[in-house]
Each structure stands twice: as C-alpha cells, then as structure tokens.
C-alpha cells in the first residue's frame, strides 16, 4: 500500500517510473535525507560519489514526508524512498544500465538481509555499541540525556536492540551466513560484475563501511572469515571516501 501521497514504502517501487530519458546530466536538484552514520545512506551516499552525481546532504528526516524513515532522495523533484529502491531507480541513469536480475536479488538481499545483520551482531554486542556511539557522538550528549548514559547502559541496550531487531525481522540470519552466501554467489570474480566497479560492490561496501569507520571489532574478522576482506579493501579504496560525503553540497 502506497502512503497517503503515493510515495513508495520500503520495498516498494515508485508509483510512477522516473522519465526514461533522464541521463546522469539531467541529475540538477538532488537532496538526501539522512544521517551521516546511518548504513543505508552511507550506501546511498557511496553510489552518488562513485557515480560523480552532485547532491546536497541534508541531516535528519524529510520534514512533511508522509514517509517517516531515512534515506530519502529527492531528485528533480521527484521523492525516492528505500535505499534499495534508490539504488535500482538510479542505476539506469547513474550507471547507464538497469540492474540485471542477480544484482536486484543482491541489492536486496545487501539492504534487508545482511545490513540488518552486521547492525544486530554491532548493537548486540556492548563493547562495539559503546564504540558506534562514541563515533557517532551519541555519548557527548547531543542525543540528550539518554546518550549520556550509554557506556553505563550498554550491556542491557544491546540485548533490548538485538530483540527489537529479531522481532522486526523474523527469519533474519547470522552475518556470517550473508557474507559465507554472497561469496558464493561472488566465486573468484574480482567485481560483481563485469570488468569494472558495479552497483552491487559499490552496496556492498557501503552497508558495511561505518562499522569500519566506527572501529568495530567485528566487522574485519566477519570479512576475514568470509574470506571477502581483500574484495572488501579493494573496492573501498577505488570508492571517493562515501563516509565523509565528500561530494556533497
Ligand atoms: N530499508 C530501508 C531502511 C531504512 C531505515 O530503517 N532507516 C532507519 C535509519 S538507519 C530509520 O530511518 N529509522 C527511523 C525510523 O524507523 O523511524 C532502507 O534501506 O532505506
């Protein structure tokens, strides 16, 4: 079910397709809605950069938008909720080609799958909630007086996140599980697909990048483990810094 306006929920297409025609030229007033830290808009902000799509980042919600979550991206007018369907919507204009059919099974696998586990397996654990906090500034205080308790808190926040995280995503798997999946479908290939960068690596780093960032201690020996650090590395260094939004206005 649209919303009210007839925005797209999360998983949901847009209503009405953006114009065919429009080209990565055509890309003139384009807005994000986000959190700096937030892995879906790291993502969304990594395929604006890599694409060279200037965009101007706004922090926090879209004020009015019956759509209540972030990322939201304005382009030209036309509002795009769901980093997911952000990235399958663009990939025409930005990339010059739509998604095939295995990269839109991974955009979403990446985003609704193995995002929600690198946060649980983050968040459920004490230690690296306090150190994403930190990085994050939660425990200065400028979420308020709730921030300021998060090193004592921790240790029960993290179990009550990891239950709202299982509760709102039944069915969701181990992040080592994810990762063990998508270096299957990955093999021996360097990219994704094709010769070059594509869209799915481009995700792929950028739904994980943060925990990095933030000095996690999980998320290298996951990568490790998966046997995907290397591919991991080496598409972040060929990504112009999506963490610190170097492109935006
Ligand atoms: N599937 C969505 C997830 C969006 C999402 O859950 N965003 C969080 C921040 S990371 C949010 O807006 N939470 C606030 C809320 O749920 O009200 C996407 O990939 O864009």
């Given at each position: 079910m649209p919303t009210p306006s007839g925005l797209n929920l999360e998983r949901e297409e847009l209503k009405e397709p953006l114009p065919a025609d429009w080209t990565?030229?055509?890309?003139?007033?384009?807005?994000?809605?986000?959190?700096?830290?937030?892995?879906?808009?790291?993502?969304?902000?990594?395929?604006?950069?890599?694409?060279?799509?200037?965009?101007t980042a706004r922090e926090g919600?879209?004020?009015?938008?019956?759509?209540?979550?972030?990322?939201?991206?304005?382009?030209?007018?036309?509002?795009?909720?769901?980093?997911?369907?952000?990235?399958?919507?663009?990939?025409?204009?930005?990339y010059g080609r739509p998604l095939t059919d295995e990269e839109w099974h991974w955009e979403q696998r990446l985003t609704y799958g193995t995002m929600i586990a690198a946060e649980k397996t983050c968040f459920g654990d004490a230690t690296d909630l306090k150190k994403f906090a930190h990085y994050v500034g939660f425990d200065k205080g400028w979420h308020g007086f709730w921030g300021l308790l998060i090193p004592i808190a921790a240790p029960i926040l993290s179990i009550v996140i990891k239950k709202k995280l299982d509760k709102n995503n039944p069915g969701l798997l181990p992040l080592d599980d994810y990762l063990k999946e998508y270096k299957a479908a990955l093999g021996d290939r360097e990219y994704f697909t094709g010769n070059s960068i594509g869209p799915i690596d481009v995700s792929f780093v950028g739904i994980l990048v943060v925990f990095e960032k933030a000095g996690t201690s999980f998320i290298k020996a996951a990568l490790q483990k998966a046997k995907l650090l290397q591919y991991y590395n080496s598409i972040k260094m060929r990504l112009p810094n999506p963490w610190e939004c170097a492109h935006c206005g």
């Open positions: 990565k030229a055509d890309l003139k007033n384009v807005t994000l809605y986000q959190q700096f830290y937030s892995m879906p808009c790291v993502k969304v902000r990594a395929h604006l950069t890599y694409t060279l799509v200037h965009f919600k879209k004020p009015g938008s019956d759509y209540e979550k972030i990322p939201v991206l304005d382009v030209n007018g036309r509002q795009i909720n769901d980093s997911a369907i952000i990235v399958k919507t663009l990939a025409p204009i930005i």
